[in-house]
């Protein structure tokens, strides 16, 4: 299979790869997302494939392709608008990650999620995994993934190839919920990726979607119990 990349002249050595996939809430690529939109950041390629999505959009006057890759400062970013095909999901993630080493990128971070329903207690709000050559991640008070749990997926084929050459990468975690979009899983990974890296991007809209979906959900389930309540009342007329 062949994955190319489109990009222009910008210089890439020495960048930091920062990207996430449709995982669980969709959590990389929410925060992706809001990282590219906060930061203004530039478009400066797309990613090709033999099997590339056949989905595209308008944005901001011109069209929106399943891969693309954006630039601020010294942060690329690939944002995925549309998951792999599952036949290219894994040489994907592999062509990716060789295409950091081989521009000299400086290090990655990439963005997941786990299931909500694995947290130790309420307080516990993300983990993370990091190569052996990521620098000390105690110091941003970030725990580790607990032993017996496991990264799958795109994130775990390119954690491989970074640490079989001895790339700096880590693998940001926020316990997300596992069936449905989650902007505060997206909050929590952006609130921690600003620690690392010194961006400052605010996430007050993440938390405004993360309140809006709530909403929207007891609205719902309310209309639920409301119409079952009505119905029930129907059966002893």
């Given amino acids: 299979m062949t994955i190319t990349f489109h990009v222009d002249n910008s210089s890439l050595k ?3 790869l920062i990207t996430g996939f449709h995982g669980l809430g969709a959590t990389g ?4 997302k ?26 901001e006057k011109r069209l929106s392709l399943p891969f ?20 290219e999901r894994q040489s994907f993630s592999k062509a990716l990650a060789e295409w950091a080493i081989d521009e000299g990128f400086s290090s990655s971070y990439l963005i997941g999620g ?7 207690t309420e307080t516990d709000k993300i983990r993370c995994t990091v190569t052996k050559k990521f620098k000390d991640v105690e110091s941003v008070g970030i725990p580790l993934l607990e032993k017996g ?22 693998a940001l975690l926020p316990y997300a919920n596992p069936t449905r979009p989650d902007p505060m899983a997206a909050s929590v990974a952006v609130e921690n990726l600003n620690k690392l890296t010194n961006l400052a991007m605010d996430v007050s809209q993440l938390i405004t979607d993360a309140q809006r979906i709530e909403m929207e959900i007891q609205e719902f389930n309310k209309q639920r ?3 079952g309540k009505i119905d029930q009342h129907t059966l002893y007329i």
């Fill in 225 to 227: 119990q409301d119409r």
């Fill in 149 to 170: 749990l496991f990264v799958v997926g795109p994130l775990a084929v390119m954690l491989t190839y970074f640490e079989i050459n001895e790339f700096p990468a880590i």
């Fill in 34 to 59: 809001h990282a590219v939109t906060s930061l203004s950041a530039d478009l400066i390629g797309y990613i090709e494939t033999d099997r590339i999505p056949p989905f595209v959009s308008m944005e």
């Fill in 114 to 120: 786990l299931d909500s329903r694995l947290r130790p």
């Fill in 14 to 16: 020495g960048c930091s």
């Fill in 68 to 87: 693309e890759i954006y630039k601020k400062d010294k942060f690329v970013f690939v944002l995925t608008n549309v998951p792999p095909h599952p036949k």
């Fill in 29 to 32: 690529f929410i925060s992706v």
